[in-house]
C-alpha cells in the first residue's frame, strides 16, 4: 500500500513545480491534479478489491485483521472524499491542500503500529570508533512474493548518505566530521527466499570468493622472519587461513585455483575523481645544537609529508635527491601558478614549524633551543588534462603497479597503502578461489578442515573492487560466519566462538558504461552569512560517487552567480543504463566559505539527482531552485541543473562556451542557461531610519550600494543622518541583462555603507530581495492601478477614431469608450497657427541567519524605497519611460517632449521597384535621434508605431524636425520627405498644446488621463492664463468660472455620464449617450473637463502632417499620421507614455487531420478490367503560403473511398485584433528583404488523382475562410455543396474555427463550370488552431511522423485491392488477373492438359500397338 503516496505525491510535487512558472494556467494545473486524483481512485478501487478478496494468513493474529479492516475502511472513506472533491469546484489551493491531506493519510496507514522487524542500520566505523550512520527502514527492503507489498527499494540501487550521530545542539555540528556517499544495494527478506535476491542483481551476476591474506614483513629483506601475525590469515591478521584448509561447502565446489586478486581500491590515489589538486612537499632543515638556522635554501632537503626524502632513481646504483624545482606534475596534469609557502596554518611567519627530531609529530608554530630541526609546506595547484593518451598510459602504469598485488604500510596493523616507502615494515596480499554451486539454495557457508558446520551467518556491504581481469568488475561484500564448532587444533588465533571471514560474495558485470556529469551550476541566493561582514566567500565542491570537483570562488557575496559548468569525464558506473535512468546516483553539492586563514566555512548542502540522457534527443534538464539545508534548517537556495551523459561513442553535447580570461571556466551553455534580456531597475533610495552603532559609532553619512544581475551601481551619501536621514538624488537606475522567466529572476542585493574618515568605508547593513520577480511591472505602468481596466490596446482607440470598424474591438466600442480626433491636416490649421511609493527594508549586519521575525536576529535598521523592474524593448521600440521621474524646477524651461509617430500614407517611392524602405529620424537642437536599424521594408503605407522621447529647452530648442528616409544597402539613403513643427509656439499657446484634452476623465485603464497635470489645476492654470480669476468651487458638482456657474448636472444628467464627441475638425457636439463606466475619475475632475472641453483647447487628437523634399518644392512625398506630447520639468511627476508599439501577430498552428474521402469521382478506367477507379490522394494549403502539403495516395479506389489518416500542419502568424494572417516572405528571389502582407486566413482543399506517367488529373476544390467557414456535416450522406456559402444562400450557418476551436465533420469538393457547382467528392476532416504554447504544450507532427499525437494516427485500414500495380506483381494478378479471369484460366489449363495428353497419346499408340501384335504373332 505504499505506492499510494508515492503515485500521488509524485503528482502533486509536479502541479506545485509547473505553479511556479510564469503565465501558468490556473485550470490546467487544476485538471493535471484532478487527472492524477482520478487514477488515484482507480488504484483505491483495485486494492480495497484485492483487500477483500484475499484469504487472510493463518498466522494473522487479532490486531493483523483489526488493522486489515481499519485500512480498508479509511480506503473507502478516501474514496469518497476524493470523488466529492472531484464534483465540486474548488480553487487550486484549497484542491493542493485536500491532496496533501489525503497523502498525509495514506503515508500513516502505511505505517506498521508494532514492527517486529528492526530498521536497517548502517554504521561507518573507523578504526574502533562509529563516525556516521544511516537508517533505512525495514519495510522500504522487505522482499514479498507479491510484487505491489514489496519494498519500494529492495534489491534496487540507492544512494544513502552517512550522517555524523547525533547531537544535542545545532551549534554542536559546526565541528562535526565525516559522513559519507554511499551507493549500494539492499535486500531484505526470509531464508526461504535468499535465491530471489540474486534475481535482483540489476545487471550483475553473483559470485562467491573463498579469501585469505599472505603476509610479509621487512627484516634486511622481505620473507616471514620476525611476522608478528600468521603468515596467512584474515584481512584483521586474527585467524590463521591457509590455503589447505578451506574445505568447500555442502553444495558447491571450487572453480579453479587460487589467484592473486588485489583490493583495487587501494591503488586510487587521493586526487581520483577530482579536476583540480593541491600538491604539497616540506622544506626541511636540521642545524647542530646552539647554532641559527641557515637562510641558505641549497641546505635544505625535501621530503613529502611522512618525511621520506624526494629521490630520483637514475640507475640501479645511483640516486638523486630532488628540489621543489625539479618536481614535475603527474601525467595528465598541469600546474596552475607557482610554488607558495602555506601559511593558513599553525606556524610562524615565515611557514615554518620547528621540531626536536626530524619525522616526529610534534611539530609546534614556536621556535624553541631544544628544536634541531623545522620544516614548512609549500603548495602549488595542478588541473588535470582531457587527455585520452596520458589516461590511458595512467591506466596502465596503475595496472602494472597491481599486478604483484602487494599492500604496504609501516606496521601491520596500520592503513595500508599501494606504493613501497623506505618505512614500510610490513605487507600482505590478497588471495581469492571462485565457488561455485551445484545445488541451488545451499548457503555460501563453507567451514575449515576439521570444524562443524556454521549455524549462523551475516552479510556485510564493502566498496567497489575490480580483478585483474580489466572486463570483469565487482561489487563486493563479506559473509562472516558465527562458528560454534570446534577449531582445528594449531590455529591459536582462533577461539571457540569467534568471527570467521568467510566467502566474499561479489555482484558481477562484465563491462562498465562510461558516462559525462555535467552540473550547470548558475547562481544561489540568500545564502548563509559565514563572515562577520554579513556576507559570505561562497564555492561549491560537487560530490558524485566517487568523483568530485569544484567551482570558482565568488568574492563577499551571498547571492553569488558561478555561471560554470562543471565536467567530470570519465565516469564508471556498474548497471545497465535504463536502470541508472531510473534510479540515477545522487548529486551531493556542499557550499563552503573560503577564508583565507583558517579552515572553510560550511554553508550547506543541496541533495539531487541529474537527467540521465542517452542521446542529444532526450530532453535537456532545466534550471531550478533547490533548497540549501543547512543542518535542520533551509539557507537559501540554488539554481542549477543536472545531465548525466551517456559517454559510448555517441554524439555528446557540444563543449561548454569558456568564460574570458583570467577565469578560464566553462560557463552554463545557452540552451540550460536562461534567456536574457535587457531590463532596467528603478531604485528609490528614500533614505535609512533606526540605525544601530557600527563599531562603537553612529552611522552619519551612509550611501546605498545596489547589486543585481553583477551590475554595481551606488547613490549619493547623506551628509548627516541627524539631520536628513533621506538620500540627495535618490533614484537609482540601471539596465541589466536578467533572465526573461521570472521564475529564475536574481536577488537585489541592497548594501548601506558608511562612508568615514581617512576614505573609509565600511558595510553597516544589508538586504537581499531573494528574487526580484515580485516587483516586475509593466513598462509603461507606474501606477498599480494602471493594470486594471478595460484592458484594450492604444490601437483600438486608433482605429475606431478613424473609422476603421474591421480593425475595432466591438467591446470597446459596447462599452462607451472615448474617440480620438483624427486631423486630416496639421494640427496648426486647426487652431490657426499657435505661436506612492516607499516601503521598509530590514538591514543585517554580521553571521547568521537573515530572518526579521527572530528576536536574535542580526537587524539593524531599516531602509526606506521601493524598487520597479520593467524589461526593455529587444526589438528597437523606443524605451519606456522611468516610473520614479522627479524634475526639479530651472530657470530655463526644461521639457520633455515626446514625439509619436503612427504611420506612413503614400509615401513617395524610392526604389527601383516602386517601393521604399523608410524609417524616421528626428532632431531638435543638438539632439538627433536616427531611427535606422528599424528602417520597414518594401512599405509605401508604413506602420512606424514608435515613440521618441527627448529632452528640451525653450525657447532654444524650438523646432522640432521629423524626415523619413529610404534605407539602401549599397549607397546612401535617400530623402523621402520632411516636416517642421515650432514647440515654442505650441508652448506659448493659450489653446494648451502640451498635451491634448481628452473626452473623458478616467482614473484607470487603456484611457487613462495621461497629462501630468489634473483637470482642475489645468482648469485654474488656464483662468488665470486668461485673467478670469481662480475658479470658485462650492462642492465637488458646482463651480463658479467667468462669473457663470457650472453644474454636473448640465454635463452628466440623470446620474449618467454625457460623454459630447468630436468631430474631425475639433468642434463639440452634445449628443447625448448614457454609459457608466467604473474607471471614471472624481466629480470634480470630471466637471472640469466639461468646462475645458467647452473652451477651444487642442482635444486629444491625431495630426496628419504632409511630407516636402527639398528637391521638389510644394509637392506632396506623403502624409504622416503623429502626434506631440510636451511637459514641463516644474516638479510634477511626468506620466509613462503611451504604448502605440504595432500590433504583433503570434504564431498559431492549424491541425488538419484528413480521415477518409467517400464519393469522390472515378476519373480512370482499369485497362485490364475495365472498372472505374481513381488513385485519390489530398492536399491543401494556407493563402499566402508557399508550403503544399499533401497526403499519400490511396491506390484504385472503386468506389470512391480513400483512407488516409494523415495530417497537415500549418504554422502562421495570427494578428487576433484585425483577424488576418501576416506574410514575411520575399517578393523576388533577388529581394533583399522580406515584404509584409496581411491576408484573411482562407484554407484550400483539393482532391486529386494520381497519374503515374501523365501530370495528374484535378478533381475537386474547398476553400474555407476560417473566420466564417461552412459548418461541416456530421455524416456524409446529408454532406453536399448546399451546405457551402455563397451568394443568394443568407441562410447558411457559417461558424468561426478560431472561436471553437476544434471542428470534425464531412465538408464537398467541387468543381465549378459557368458558376455551377457540380459535386465531385466529399472529404472527412478534424480542423485544430491552437497556439504556440497549446502546439507546445500538445505537439503533433506532420503526417504519422512523430510526435504522433493529439490524435495518435494508426495506418489507414485499406482494402486488398489498394495498391500500385507495377510494384506488386502478385497483388496484380490475385485481384485483377484471377479474379476477372478465374474461369478463362481454368478451361485454358485443362485445354491445353487435353492436347498435351492427345499429343501423348498419338505419339506413343503406334509403336504399343505394333509390340502387342508381334508379341501375340511370335511364341512366348
Same mark, same amino acid.
Given at each position: ?5 508515492? &503515485? ?131 519495510? +522500504? ?52 527466499? =535468499? ?20 603476509? *610479509? ?156 630541526? %623545522?620544516? %614548512? ?44 616507502? +623506505? ?34 551467518? $551475516?552479510? =556485510? ?75 559570505? !566567500? @561562497? ?24 555561471? *560554470? ?89 557540444? *563543449? ?16 540550460? %542557461? ?27 553619512? @551612509? ?85 486594471? /481596466? ?28 472615448? %474617440? ?28 547568521? +541567519? ?10 539593524? /535598521? ?38 509619436? #509617430? ?7 517611392? *524610392? ?77 506659448? +499657446? ?124 510644394? $509637392? ?68 499566402? =503560403?508557399?508550403?503544399?502539403?499533401? &497526403? ?98 443568407? !441562410? ?38 491552437? &497556439? ?76 504399343? #500397338? ?6 501375340? $504373332?511370335?511364341?512366348?
Amino acid at each position: 500500500m505504499h505506492i499510494y503516496p508515492v &503515485t500521488q505525491e509524485g503528482g502533486l510535487n509536479h502541479v506545485k513545480l509547473l505553479a511556479r512558472e510564469d503565465d501558468v494556467i490556473i485550470d490546467n494545473l487544476k485538471q493535471l491534479l484532478c487527472h492524477t486524483l482520478s487514477d488515484f481512485i482507480e488504484d483505491l478501487v483495485k486494492d480495497i478489491r484485492w483487500l477483500d478478496e484475499t484469504p487472510l494468513p493463518q498466522y494473522f493474529n487479532k490486531l493483523d485483521k483489526f488493522t486489515k479492516d481499519r485500512r480498508t475502511h479509511e480506503l473507502i472513506y478516501l474514496l469518497g472524499e476524493t470523488n466529492q472533491v472531484l464534483t465540486t469546484d474548488i480553487s487550486l489551493e484549497e484542491l493542493i491542500g485536500e491532496t496533501e491531506d489525503y497523502v498525509a493519510r495514506l503515508c500513516l496507514q502505511t505505517t506498521e503500529p508494532q514492527n517486529a522487524i528492526p530498521d536497517v542500520v548502517i554504521w561507518m566505523i573507523s578504526g574502533n570508533k562509529r563516525i556516521a550512520s544511516c537508517r533505512i527502514p525495514a519495510s +522500504s527492503l522487505m522482499f514479498s512474493e507479491t510484487s505491489r507489498c514489496r519494498g519500494k527499494m529492495c534489491g534496487k540501487f540507492q544512494t544513502i548518505f552517512l550522517t555524523p550521530p547525533g547531537v544535542e545542539k545545532l551549534e554542536d555540528l559546526e565541528d562535526q566530521k565525516g559522513g559519507a556517499q554511499v551507493r549500494l544495494l539492499l535486500w531484505l527478506g526470509l531464508e526461504q527466499f =535468499q535465491s530471489e535476491w540474486a534475481k535482483e542483481a540489476m545487471g550483475g551476476n553473483v559470485a562467491v570468493y573463498a579469501e585469505t591474506y599472505e603476509n *610479509q614483513a621487512f627484516f634486511v629483506k622481505w620473507g616471514t622472519m620476525r611476522l608478528t601475525r600468521p603468515d596467512w590469515s584474515d584481512a584483521k591478521g586474527k585467524v590463521k587461513q591457509p590455503k589447505e584448509v578451506f574445505v568447500v561447502p555442502d553444495g558447491w565446489k571450487w572453480d579453479g585455483d587460487w589467484f592473486i586478486n588485489p583490493e583495487l581500491s587501494i591503488a586510487f590515489e587521493a586526487d581520483e575523481g577530482l579536476n583540480e589538486w593541491q600538491e604539497d612537499i616540506y622544506e626541511n632543515q636540521i642545524r647542530a645544537p646552539f647554532s641559527s638556522w641557515t637562510n641558505d635554501p641549497t641546505k635544505s632537503y625535501w621530503s613529502d609529508v611522512r618525511g621520506d626524502k624526494l629521490i630520483a632513481q637514475e640507475n640501479e646504483k645511483e640516486a638523486k635527491e630532488l628540489t621543489r624545482d625539479d618536481i614535475q606534475p603527474p601525467e595528465g596534469w598541469r600546474w596552475v601558478g607557482n610554488w607558495q609557502v602555506d601559511k593558513n596554518r599553525a606556524c610562524d611567519k615565515e611557514g615554518w614549524e620547528y621540531s626536536i627530531e626530524p619525522g616526529s609529530s610534534g611539530y609546534t608554530p614556536i621556535e624553541r633551543n631544544v628544536h634541531l630541526c %623545522r620544516h %614548512r609546506r609549500w603548495v602549488i595547484t595542478r588541473l588535470r588534462l582531457t587527455d585520452p593518451k596520458a589516461l590511458e598510459k595512467k591506466m596502465e602504469k596503475r595496472k602494472k603497479a597491481i599486478e604483484e598485488g602487494w599492500e604496504y604500510a609501516r606496521l601491520a596493523n596500520l592503513p595500508y597503502h599501494l606504493t613501497e616507502h +623506505s618505512l614500510d615494515l610490513a605487507r600482505r596480499r590478497r588471495w581469492h578461489r571462485k565457488m561455485v554451486a551445484m545445488n541451488e539454495g545451499k548457503p555460501a557457508v563453507f567451514y575449515f578442515e576439521g570444524e562443524k558446520k556454521a549455524s549462523t551467518w $551475516i552479510v =556485510q556491504c564493502h566498496g567497489p573492487m575490480v580483478s585483474r581481469d580489466s572486463s570483469m568488475s565487482w561489487t563486493n561484500g563479506i559473509q562472516i560466519v558465527q562458528c560454534h564448532g570446534p577449531m582445528k587444533k594449531g590455529y591459536e588465533g582462533a577461539d571457540r566462538d569467534s568471527n570467521v571471514l568467510v566467502p566474499r560474495l561479489f555482484l558481477v558485470f562484465k563491462d562498465h558504461h562510461k558516462y559525462q556529469l555535467r552540473a550547470y551550476l548558475y547562481q544561489a541566493r540568500d545564502m548563509y552569512s559565514a563572515d562577520k561582514t554579513g556576507l559570505s !566567500d @561562497p564555492y561549491c565542491v560537487l560530490g558524485f560517487g566517487r568523483y568530485s570537483a569544484r567551482s570558482r570562488v565568488v568574492k563577499e557575496s551571498v547571492c553569488p552567480t558561478w555561471d *560554470q559548468t562543471i565536467l567530470i569525464d570519465q565516469i564508471k558506473l556498474f548497471g545497465d543504463p535504463t536502470t541508472i535512468r531510473e534510479s540515477p546516483p545522487k548529486i551531493l553539492l556542499n557550499f563552503f566559505d573560503k577564508d583565507t586563514i583558517g579552515k572553510a566555512g560550511f554553508i550547506g548542502k543541496v541533495v539531487c539527482e541529474p537527467v540521465v540522457r542517452f542521446s542529444t534527443k532526450d530532453p535537456a534538464p532545466r534550471l531550478d531552485w533547490y533548497p540549501i539545508d543547512r543542518y535542520t534548517k533551509t539557507e537559501g537556495e540554488c539554481l542549477a541543473a543536472f545531465e548525466l551523459l551517456l559517454d559510448e561513442g555517441g554524439d555528446l553535447p557540444f *563543449q561548454p562556451p569558456t568564460a574570458p580570461p583570467p577565469d578560464r571556466h566553462f560557463i552554463v551553455p545557452s540552451g540550460i %542557461r536562461p534567456i536574457l534580456q535587457k531590463t532596467r531597475i528603478e531604485v528609490l533610495c528614500w533614505g535609512v531610519r533606526d540605525m544601530k552603532r557600527f563599531q562603537l559609532l553612529p552611522v552619519e553619512s @551612509p550611501y546605498v550600494e545596489l547589486e543585481c544581475g553583477g551590475t554595481v551601481v551606488q547613490t549619493k551619501h547623506i551628509q548627516k543622518v541627524s539631520r536628513n536621514p533621506n538620500f540627495p538624488d535618490p533614484v537609482v537606475t540601471f539596465d541589466v541583462l536578467l533572465p526573461k522567466e521570472q521564475l529564475h529572476a536574481p536577488p537585489l542585493n541592497i548594501r548601506i555603507v558608511e562612508k568615514r574618515a581617512f576614505g573609509r568605508a565600511s558595510m553597516v547593513g544589508t538586504h537581499i530581495i531573494k528574487s526580484v520577480k515580485a516587483f516586475f511591472v509593466e513598462p509603461n505602468a507606474a501606477d498599480p492601478d494602471a493594470s486594471k /481596466g478595460s484592458g484594450f490596446d492604444w490601437w483600438t482607440k486608433y482605429y475606431y477614431s478613424i473609422g476603421d470598424d474591421q480593425r475595432t474591438l466591438e467591446e470597446y466600442v459596447n462599452q462607451g469608450h472615448d %474617440r480620438m480626433v483624427v486631423y486630416s491636416h496639421e494640427l496648426e490649421e486647426a487652431f490657426n497657427n499657435f505661436t506612492d511609493l516607499v516601503q521598509n527594508f530590514p538591514l543585517f549586519r554580521g553571521k547568521g +541567519s537573515r530572518d526579521p521575525n527572530d528576536p536574535e536576529g542580526q537587524v539593524v /535598521g531599516l531602509f526606506k524605497g521601493s524598487v520597479k523592474v520593467y524589461p526593455l524593448p529587444d526589438d528597437g521600440s523606443p524605451m519606456p519611460d522611468r516610473i520614479f521621474s522627479h524634475i526639479p524646477s530651472s530657470a530655463p524651461v526644461e521639457c520633455l517632449a515626446r514625439v509619436y #509617430i503612427v504611420k506612413g500614407i503614400a509615401l513617395q517611392p *524610392q526604389d527601383p521597384d516602386g517601393k521604399s524602405d523608410p524609417y524616421i529620424k528626428i532632431k531638435i537642437g543638438k539632439n538627433t535621434i536616427n531611427d535606422k536599424e528599424n528602417f520597414i521594408a518594401n512599405n509605401l503605407d508604413p506602420l512606424f508605431g514608435k515613440m521618441f522621447e527627448i529632452p528640451i529647452t525653450l525657447p532654444t530648442d524650438h523646432t522640432l524636425t521629423v524626415t523619413v528616409m529610404d534605407y539602401d544597402y549599397t549607397s546612401a539613403d535617400d530623402l523621402i520627405g520632411t516636416t517642421s513643427i515650432d514647440l515654442e509656439n505650441r508652448y506659448l +499657446s493659450y489653446h494648451r498644446a502640451l498635451c491634448g484634452i481628452p473626452q473623458s476623465y478616467y482614473k484607470q485603464g487603456s484611457n487613462k488621463w495621461r497629462d501630468s497635470a489634473l483637470p482642475k489645476e489645468i482648469l485654474k492654470e488656464y483662468c488665470l492664463s486668461m485673467n478670469l480669476g481662480e475658479p470658485q468651487w462650492k462642492s465637488s458638482t458646482d463651480v463658479v468660472v467667468d462669473r457663470t456657474i457650472y453644474t454636473l448636472e448640465q454635463f452628466e444628467g440623470d446620474n449618467s455620464e454625457r460623454a459630447p464627441h468630436l468631430d474631425t475638425d475639433g468642434s463639440t457636439e452634445e449628443g447625448k449617450k448614457s454609459r457608466v463606466h467604473p474607471d471614471l475619475g472624481a466629480d470634480d475632475q470630471r466637471l472640469a473637463l466639461h468646462i475645458l472641453r467647452e473652451r477651444k483647447l487642442v482635444p486629444e487628437h491625431i495630426e496628419t502632417r504632409t511630407l516636402y523634399n527639398p528637391l521638389q518644392p510644394g $509637392i506632396s512625398q506623403g502624409k504622416l499620421h503623429m502626434w506631440v506630447d510636451i511637459f514641463p520639468k516644474t516638479g510634477a511627476n511626468i506620466p509613462p507614455p503611451i504604448d502605440i508599439s504595432p500590433r504583433k501577430p503570434e504564431k498559431y498552428y492549424l491541425r488538419i487531420v484528413v480521415w477518409n474521402t467517400k464519393d469522390v469521382l472515378l476519373d480512370e478506367v482499369s485497362v485490364a478490367t475495365g472498372e472505374a477507379m481513381s488513385d485519390i490522394y489530398v492536399k491543401g494549403w494556407l493563402r499566402g =503560403q508557399d508550403e503544399t502539403q499533401k &497526403t499519400d495516395t490511396h491506390f484504385r479506389s472503386l468506389d470512391g473511398e480513400g483512407n488516409f489518416n494523415w495530417r497537415f500542419v500549418y504554422k502562421f502568424d495570427y494578428l487576433a485584433a484585425e483577424k488576418v494572417v501576416v506574410i514575411k516572405k520575399k517578393e523576388h528571389f533577388y529581394s533583399l528583404d522580406k515584404s509584409e502582407t496581411h491576408l484573411p486566413p482562407v484554407l484550400t482543399m483539393q482532391v486529386w488523382d494520381n497519374d503515374l506517367f501523365s501530370p495528374d488529373d484535378f478533381i475537386g476544390t474547398l476553400d474555407l475562410n476560417l473566420l466564417a467557414m461552412a459548418e461541416p456535416a456530421r455524416d456524409a450522406s446529408v454532406c453536399s455543396v448546399d451546405q457551402l456559402p455563397e451568394l443568394g444562400k443568407p !441562410d447558411v450557418k457559417l461558424v468561426n474555427l478560431f472561436e471553437q476551436k476544434r471542428l470534425k465533420g464531412w465538408w464537398p469538393v467541387f468543381t465549378e463550370e459557368e458558376g455551377v457547382r457540380e459535386l465531385t467528392g466529399k472529404l472527412e476532416l478534424e480542423m485544430e488552431v491552437v &497556439t504556440e504554447e497549446e502546439h507546445n504544450l500538445k505537439p503533433a507532427g506532420k503526417a504519422r511522423d512523430e510526435p504522433n499525437l493529439n490524435p495518435k494516427l494508426d495506418p489507414p485500414n485499406r482494402p486488398a485491392t489498394s495498391f500500385l500495380w507495377f510494384t506488386s506483381p502478385w497483388k496484380t494478378f490475385k485481384h485483377i488477373i484471377w479474379k476477372h479471369y478465374k474461369m478463362w484460366i481454368i478451361g485454358t489449363v485443362l485445354v491445353l492438359f487435353l492436347v498435351i495428353f492427345i499429343v501423348i497419346f498419338i505419339y506413343t499408340a503406334p509403336s504399343t #500397338i505394333m509390340q502387342t501384335i508381334v508379341q501375340g $504373332i511370335l511364341p512366348g
